[in-house]
């Protein structure tokens, strides 16, 4: 699966984009932990984070995801 980091997630993970083999069915949980596993700078940004697949905002619970999905990482914005 291709996961895309933007923004202050690129920067805590230090890559844009990466090939992650991630379990069809997951749980934003595990998901979080998955990816601070994988990068533990990005942890503490994890738990304000939206996550997307396939360019739709998945809300929090049980995400599908199936072999050529693209998950993304949104962390949080600010306006003005």
């Not at 596993?37 to 929090?60: G, K, M, Q, W």
């Amino acid at each position: 699966m291709s996961v895309l980091y933007f923004a202050a997630t690129r920067d805590l993970a230090g890559v844009a984009e990466e090939r992650l083999d991630l379990p069809a069915e997951l749980d934003h949980v595990e998901l979080r932990a998955r990816l601070a596993a994988a990068h533990p700078r990005l942890a503490a940004l994890l738990p304000t984070c939206r996550f997307a697949v396939d360019e739709e905002i998945v809300p929090p619970g049980a995400m599908r995801l199936r072999d050529g999905s693209c998950l993304a990482l949104i962390p949080p914005v600010s306006g003005g």
